[in-house]
């Protein structure tokens, strides 16, 4: 029959914890990765939907920046209008020239002139 001693036993016993422990790392290391591959998903998906949220968000913003375009042109456009018809009815220097003349003539109090070097700086 065998016979084993108890340097036998402890070499089979430290064996089965080395081979035990191995075992259960390795099954930890499984667990592990495959939990990393599920987080790795998830990011992948919530990625690809902020990306599309974004997408859609960056069209909308091209959409109203050419409507502020065209408001602006025509904003524009309304002001150049304006523009024209405030020169148009703009007093000329001589019809000014006129009114003082007229106003001097029916005797109405004329302004006192600015004393000289009214106005400008010391520097």
Request: charged share 25%.
């Amino acid at each position: 029959m065998f016979r084993f001693t108890i340097r036998d036993v402890l070499c089979l016993t430290v064996v089965a914890a080395v081979v035990a422990a191995w075992c259960a790392d390795r099954n930890a290391i499984k667990r592990e990765r495959l939990s990393l591959d599920q987080q790795r998903e998830a990011l992948a998906s919530e990625r690809a939907s902020h990306q599309a949220t974004m997408t859609k968000s960056l069209s909308l913003l091209r959409q109203v920046e050419r409507g502020n375009v065209a408001k602006m042109q025509q904003l524009r456009s309304e002001m150049q209008q304006e523009q024209a018809q405030f020169f148009a009815q703009r007093v000329t220097e001589a019809e000014r020239e006129r009114a003082k003349q007229t106003s001097m003539e029916l005797g109405a109090p004329q302004p006192a002139p600015l004393p000289s070097r009214f106005g400008e700086s010391s520097k």
